[in-house]
């Protein structure tokens, strides 16, 4: 096991609501990444943070956004849900200097 | 933008048989990492390579990262029930510390 969690593990919600996922960093590791893995496809980056800033953005709109504390731990808020973003949400902790991650349990998000 | 392959998108084999996944790059890499995530599970950390030609061990798996650093393979030597997973290439965008993940290959082992 990694040292990384994530709450909660199941999550349904209706289109339009918003929802928080949660992640807890391994301990050491300073930077958190957040993945989407939709059914069948491998993780695609959604953002990252370093120190409690923004580090990085994939290809995702505004309405996905995140936080991370001073204990590295790190939310990630979706807004105005969509039926598409039905997924599995992966938290990867890391340290500042290394681009290996690794991965919490996830949170399955269904969106009805 | 960035683009990895990864072939085959699927592959049945029969237990103690042998497996093959390959990842190919439309851009040299500075790094490939392997990752492999279990039916249900999340993806484990299983290798990063970095130096062109290079070739790692782990028990019965063997990767390879090409030498022109644009492909790698993972190869599972005598696959067992245990091997059952889909299996990602992983690419570090440059300077960006973050990882772009291939369309994996899910490996299923018949008893």
Avoid at chain 1, 37 to 46: H, K, V
Avoid at chain 1, 55 to 65: A, D, E, Q
Avoid at chain 2, 50 to 63: A, D, Y
Avoid at chain 2, 71 to 77: E, F, G, R, V, Y
Wanted: with cysteine; glycine share 10%.
């Amino acid at each position: 096991e990694t040292g990384v969690t994530q709450s909660p593990t199941h999550l349904i919600k209706t289109r339009g609501q918003q929802v928080t996922l949660r992640c807890s960093s391994q301990s050491g590791h300073n930077t958190v990444s957040w993945y989407q893995q939709a059914l069948g496809q491998g993780p695609q980056f959604i953002f990252q943070y370093y120190r409690e800033e923004e580090n990085g953005r994939g290809n995702f709109p505004p309405r996905f956004s995140g936080l991370q504390f001073p204990n590295y731990s790190s939310e990630l808020n979706v807004n105005a849900l969509e039926l598409d973003d039905s997924a599995l949400y992966l938290c990867a902790s890391s340290t500042g200097g290394s681009v290996v991650q690794y991965f919490g349990p996830g949170t399955r998000l269904t969106v009805t | 933008g960035q683009q990895v392959m990864q072939i085959p998108q699927y592959q049945h084999v029969q237990e103690g048989e042998d497996f093959t996944t390959y990842c190919n790059s439309s851009t040299t890499l500075s790094n490939i990492q392997w990752y492999k995530q279990r039916p249900g599970g999340h993806p484990v950390f299983l290798i990063q390579l970095v130096k062109s030609g290079e070739v790692k061990k782990q028990k019965r798996l063997t990767f390879q990262f090409g030498e022109a650093k644009k492909n790698s393979s993972l190869h599972i030597t005598a696959t067992q029930t245990t091997d059952v997973g889909t299996y990602f290439c992983a690419l570090d965008q440059t300077g960006a510390n973050n990882l772009f993940f291939g369309t994996g290959t899910r490996l299923t082992v018949i008893p």
